[in-house]
């Protein structure tokens, strides 16, 4: 057990880390469709290109989660932000959309060093009873980082261009990789846990963990056609320029991280396994009313409504996979929590993007509200032994 000072001495480091690493990824939110598209990809390439990032991550992940229960956390921060940074270039020296595509695989190798990793620090040093509480704040760094990226990358676009918007993303990446380096403490190992970790076989046996697993997995499938096809739904359909893209996708994002902090501290004193449920019941309903609107404010009180949904399932989930984490290894459970991330990520794009190329841009979003609904009986029906969490 760490003493609370130690969380609060050393969370806001973790947090500045992820917030600065974030803020650079999420501005290629917006403007990665539109530049891909540009270069004349269809709606399977462009799913390829989103999901690039995901399948590379998905391989990498279990292992350096696995790694860094035996190693520490700290290195694999500092290197996976380090690569964040030089793989930012790429992106403006790739002249095809294979290119992007590999750009995107590199990228999602570096990404299973930062956030999965940072998690299970935050899981390491997290007071029981108060999992919510401090996942809600890590969630809310890391969705307030994402928030702001889309924003700053649809203003810098718009007046300076996509290569200006490309080399910011460096930068803040570089910054997070000198705040890790030298403001950052390792942990001692022997500080946690006496134990070694059991093996993932183990951890499948856990109903709680496929529970979780499946409700990541589903959520983030529909997430993620969401964020791939809005930027073209919007832009194409409903006639909005990229700065107005930039502010549905930053409310989105930044409204995830501000309801995170409260909806982290409820996930500490009220049944979490309802709260995941509640969440994706209300990603059902956002999903399925995006086709149906007709103008930029109608959009942006469904992205209200959706990142409602994701504040109140995430830190309920991600509290459980805490409490999972202290039996099989925080880095280990996490490393799972985030695979199903990746493969949400991955495949949600490239299925949606195929269907889009074969019917309609709305069959994206329809398709994501049914892997909503999916997610909360898949959940259910594997936790179904928990009859209340606190």
């Known amino acids: 057990m760490f003493p609370v000072r130690m969380i609060k001495r050393v969370f806001p480091i973790l947090a500045l880390s992820i917030f600065s690493s974030m803020l650079g990824a999420g501005i290629v939110i917006p403007l990665l469709p539109l530049y891909a598209e ?35 956390r700290k290195p694999f921060i500092c290197i996976g932000l380090f690569f964040y940074a030089l793989i930012s270039l790429g992106f403006i020296w790739a002249d095809s959309v294979s290119q992007l595509v590999l750009i995107r695989l590199v990228h999602g190798v570096a990404g299973g060093m930062i956030l999965p990793i940072a998690q299970a620090y935050v899981g390491d040093i997290s007071p029981e009873g108060e999992e919510g509480k401090w996942m809600g704040y890590s969630n809310a760094a890391f969705f ?17 261009g996509m290569d200006v918007a490309f080399f910011t993303m460096g930068g803040l990446n570089l910054l997070a990789f000198f705040i890790a380096v030298f403001f950052l403490p390792e942990i001692s190992r022997q500080k946690l846990s006496a134990s070694p970790p059991l093996s993932f076989k183990e951890m499948s046996q856990s109903g709680t963990m496929v529970g979780l697993f499946s409700f990541r997995l589903t959520l983030t499938f529909g997430r993620a056609s969401f964020f791939t096809f809005l930027p073209i739904f919007a832009a194409t359909g409903l006639g909005l320029r ?9 409310v989105y994002l930044l409204l995830s991280s501000l309801l995170g902090i409260p909806a982290g501290r409820i996930a500490d004193r009220f049944s979490r396994r309802f709260l995941v449920v509640l969440g ?17 404010w109608q959009l942006l009180a469904l992205c209200v409504l959706g990142s409602l ?4 399932a995430l830190p309920a989930a991600s509290a459980l996979t805490v409490e999972e984490g202290r039996k099989y290894g925080m880095g280990s ?9 990746s493969i949400g990520m991955a495949v949600g794009p490239i299925l949606s993007g195929a269907i889009v190329d074969f019917t309609s841009i709305n069959s994206a979003f329809y398709l994501g509200a049914v ?11 594997f936790t179904r032994s928990k009859i209340a969490l606190c």
């Open 242 to 250: 990229p700065n107005l893209i930039g502010v549905l996708l930053a």
């Open 280 to 296: 994706c019941l209300i990603s059902f309903i956002y999903l399925a009313l995006v086709p149906l609107a007709h103008d930029f």
């Open 371 to 381: 892997m909503a609904l999916v997610g909360a009986g898949l959940f259910v029906w």
């Open 144 to 160: 307030s980082g994402f928030g702001f990226g889309p924003l700053m990358g649809g203003v810098l676009t718009e007046h300076l």
């Open 309 to 312: 949904g994701g504040a109140i």
């Open 38 to 72: 540009s270069m004349g990809a269809s709606g399977i390439w462009l799913g390829a290109i989103f999901a690039g990032f995901s399948i590379s991550r998905t391989i990498v992940t279990p292992i350096f989660g696995r790694l860094s229960d035996r190693s520490g």
């Open 333 to 341: 459970a996490i490393a799972v929590f985030t695979v199903a991330l």
